[in-house]
């Protein structure tokens, strides 16, 4: 994951996130320490075996914070933060 992430407002985001396990490990998002959940908005996918992405077609201002996923199986779970800030295309 990079960190920071800089975008404009209206621009479309996508975080990502990597991670390797047997077995395959299941994936959470979080924004600023809450659980992101599908919506019309927000898209969260899983690519492959090892991959995992937020992707926010039109951010907002709102939209700017700390992006976590948490990559998890039964032997254990790792983390990873990007920072994002949104700039107003004003």
Same mark, same amino acid.
Do not use: F
């Given at each position: 994951?990079? !960190?920071?992430?800089?975008?404009? *407002? +209206? &621009? @479309?985001? =996508?975080? @990502?996130? *990597?991670?390797? +396990? !047997?077995? $395959?490990? /299941?994936?959470?998002?979080?924004?600023?320490?809450? *659980?992101?959940?599908?919506?019309?908005? =927000?898209?969260? %996918?899983?690519?492959? @075996?090892? $991959? &995992?992405?937020? /992707?926010?077609?039109?951010?907002?201002? *709102?939209?700017?914070?700390?992006?976590?996923?948490?990559?998890?199986?039964?032997?254990?779970?790792?983390? +990873? $933060? %990007? $920072?994002?800030?949104? /700039? &107003? %295309?004003?």
């Amino acid at each position: 994951m990079k !960190n920071p992430v800089l975008v404009d *407002e +209206g &621009s @479309r985001l =996508i975080v @990502r996130c *990597e991670a390797s +396990g !047997n077995p $395959t490990p /299941q994936y959470k998002w979080y924004k600023d320490g809450a *659980e992101l959940k599908k919506s019309k908005e =927000i898209k969260i %996918s899983k690519n492959g @075996r090892k $991959t &995992s992405k937020v /992707q926010i077609s039109s951010v907002k201002l *709102e939209d700017s914070g700390n992006y976590t996923c948490v990559a998890e199986n039964i032997l254990g779970k790792d983390n +990873g $933060t %990007s $920072t994002v800030h949104v /700039q &107003s %295309s004003k």
